[in-house]
């Protein structure tokens, strides 16, 4: 069933759904968002969650809780990624909306914003289990997501075969003269399936080329300069792959298992090989110091990059943080108390929606390619994917100095404001 969140005003718990509505609110109150509007744009569209069983390798039903959150399609179909992980929830889900829609308005596409998942911890589930769960959850979605209506994408641990799952239960729901205009339901698919060359990469060269633009616009050389990734997924490891070439050194990993350090710098390649060795794991690497998880942000070091999950910097390990720049790779993963800690200290901090907006552009070039029936090479992909981070990041730049504010409050004005005029242009119904 699908419902609305009440417009009466709640005492939010802490978490990442505060976090993005504090950031909202602060952003529309230096605009003077109408309030009409600001009234929209503080709740989701629609909310479905949806209990369901499956069957697992031993015969047993398990029953799993999924979620898919809608906040604001004014600009175009929704847009998102669904995660697997212990900490989805409905909280969770709208925050993460939320951040859609401000992520995909400050990129100028035509996507407003979606997230959702199923809250479990796939690490215990064999291959075969995590395909009859995301089937399922695939047919208990129904057309409640559509190549026009609301498109997901990979997030926290899932991937392109995750997606390809997803788009061979929809397509079989539906006839067989209808199948081929919905190839496009699903972003971040394998190649074979309908995927787009350098999707893999899209989110974490983002993060790289926001960087890249922060430091060509500080007059700031990349070479030599250190680095550490929280999170040595997707994001992480691209993100660190084109540092790499860039000349920047890779001291300090942590990823769910642990954290390592390396002063003279860690090879992002040989890393990456140890990990696929190693179940995934970082832990162990060969002539690497293993550090206590709770000393990793205060690492010393030039650039940190967050990609894993929301409420990573908080206030407690705000103030040991050495970085002068910190690159959010992840969705929401500094809380309001912390920014304020590390905005007074002089950190400049790249906000998540802009800073990992690659993800989507990358998933909106897909999404073209299967409306249009191209074909793009990875080079145009990359072209056109760095053109429009530029674009995104010069806007950015320009309204925090013209509004003399943060880069995070900037990218929230242009976003929000985009949304405004799209609402007095259109009008409300009825």
Same mark, same amino acid.
């Given at each position: 069933?699908?419902?609305?969140?009440?417009?009466?005003?709640?005492?939010?718990?802490?978490?990442?759904?505060?976090?993005?509505?504090?950031?909202?609110?602060?952003?529309?109150?230096?605009?003077?968002?109408?309030?009409?509007?600001?009234?929209?744009?503080?709740?989701?569209?629609?909310?479905?969650?949806?209990?369901?069983?499956?069957?697992?390798?031993?015969?047993?039903?398990?029953?799993?809780?999924?979620?898919?959150?809608?906040?604001?399609?004014?600009l175009g179909?929704?847009?998102?990624?669904?995660?697997?992980? &212990?900490?989805?929830?409905?909280?969770?889900?709208?925050?993460?909306?939320?951040?859609?829609?401000?992520?995909?308005?400050l990129?100028?596409?035509?996507?407003?914003?979606?997230?959702?998942?199923?809250?479990?911890?796939?690490?215990?589930?064999?291959?075969?289990?995590?395909?009859?769960?995301?089937?399922?959850?695939?047919?208990a979605?129904?057309?409640?997501?559509?190549?026009?209506?609301?498109?997901p994408?990979?997030?926290?641990?899932? /991937?392109?075969?995750?997606?390809a799952?997803?788009?061979?239960t929809?397509?079989?729901?539906?006839?067989?003269?209808?199948?081929?205009?919905?190839?496009?339901?699903?972003?971040?698919?394998?190649?074979?399936?309908?995927?787009?060359?350098?999707?893999?990469?899209?989110?974490?060269?983002?993060? #790289?080329?926001?960087?890249?633009?922060?430091?060509?616009?500080?007059?700031?050389?990349?070479?030599?300069?250190? #680095?550490?990734?929280?999170?040595?997924?997707n994001?992480g490891?691209?993100?660190?792959?084109?540092?790499?070439?860039?000349?920047?050194?890779?001291?300090?990993?942590?990823?769910?298992?642990?954290s390592?350090?390396?002063?003279?710098?860690?090879?992002?390649?040989?890393?990456?090989?140890?990990?696929?060795?190693?179940?995934?794991?970082?832990?162990?690497?060969?002539?690497?110091?293993?550090?206590?998880?709770?000393?990793?942000?205060?690492?010393?070091?030039?650039?940190?990059?967050?990609?894993?999950?929301? /409420?990573?910097?908080?206030?407690?390990?705000?103030?040991?943080?050495?970085?002068?720049?910190?690159?959010?790779?992840?969705?929401?993963?500094?809380?309001?108390?912390?920014?304020?800690?590390?905005?007074?200290?002089?950190?400049?901090?790249? &906000?998540?929606?802009?800073?990992?907006?690659?993800?989507?552009?990358?998933?909106?070039?897909?999404?073209?390619?299967?409306?249009?029936?191209?074909?793009?090479?990875?080079?145009?992909?990359?072209?056109?994917?760095?053109?429009?981070?530029?674009?995104?990041?010069?806007?950015?730049?320009?309204?925090?100095?013209?509004? /003399?504010?943060?880069?995070?409050?900037?990218?929230?004005?242009i976003?929000?404001?985009?949304?405004?005029?799209?609402?007095?242009?259109?009008?409300i119904?009825?």
């Open positions: 069933m699908t419902t609305k969140i009440a417009t009466v005003k709640k005492k939010r718990k802490q978490g990442m759904l505060d976090n993005v509505m504090r950031q909202f609110d602060h952003a529309a109150d230096i605009i003077h968002l109408n309030d009409n509007i600001r009234k929209i744009l503080e709740v989701t569209n629609n909310e479905l969650v949806v209990h369901f069983p499956v069957r697992m390798d031993n015969g047993e039903v398990e029953i799993f809780t999924g979620y898919r959150v809608q906040h604001n399609n004014a179909p929704y847009k998102g990624g669904l995660r697997y992980h &212990p900490t989805v929830d409905i909280d969770a889900a709208r925050a993460l909306a939320m951040w859609m829609t401000w992520k995909t308005s990129a100028g596409l035509p996507y407003g914003g979606a997230k959702g998942g199923i809250q479990l911890n796939p690490i215990k589930y064999s291959p075969s289990e995590l395909e009859r769960i995301t089937r399922r959850f695939t047919y979605l129904g057309d409640n997501i559509g190549p026009e209506l609301d498109i994408a990979p997030d926290v641990n899932t /991937n392109p075969q995750t997606m799952w997803i788009l061979d929809y397509m079989s729901t539906k006839s067989p003269n209808e199948r081929s205009k919905n190839s496009h339901v699903v972003t971040g698919k394998p190649i074979g399936a309908g995927g787009s060359q350098g999707r893999d990469r899209a989110t974490g060269y983002g993060v #790289f080329l926001t960087i890249k633009f922060w430091a060509e616009a500080n007059g700031v050389s990349l070479k030599d300069k250190k #680095f550490i990734v929280q999170g040595f997924g994001v490891y691209w993100a660190a792959h084109f540092l790499e070439k860039e000349g920047a050194l890779l001291t300090g990993v942590q990823d769910a298992y642990g390592i350090y390396f002063e003279t710098g860690i090879s992002v390649e040989n890393l990456l090989e140890y990990t696929k060795a190693n179940k995934g794991s970082i832990v162990g690497y060969a002539g690497a110091t293993p550090l206590d998880n709770s000393d990793f942000y205060a690492l010393d070091c030039d650039i940190c990059i967050p990609a894993a999950l929301g /409420n990573q910097i908080t206030k407690k390990n705000a103030g040991s943080i050495k970085a002068n720049l910190i690159a959010e790779g992840a969705n929401g993963p500094t809380d309001v108390e912390a920014e304020e800690i590390l905005l007074k200290k002089g950190v400049d901090i790249i &906000p998540d929606i802009l800073c990992n907006a690659g993800g989507v552009i990358g998933s909106y070039f897909e999404w073209l390619q299967n409306r249009n029936g191209e074909i793009w090479q990875l080079d145009e992909v990359l072209t056109k994917l760095e053109k429009k981070m530029k674009e995104s990041f010069l806007k950015v730049m320009e309204t925090a100095t013209t509004r /003399n504010v943060d880069m995070r409050t900037a990218a929230f004005i976003a929000i404001e985009r949304l405004e005029d799209t609402y007095v242009q259109r009008g119904f009825p």
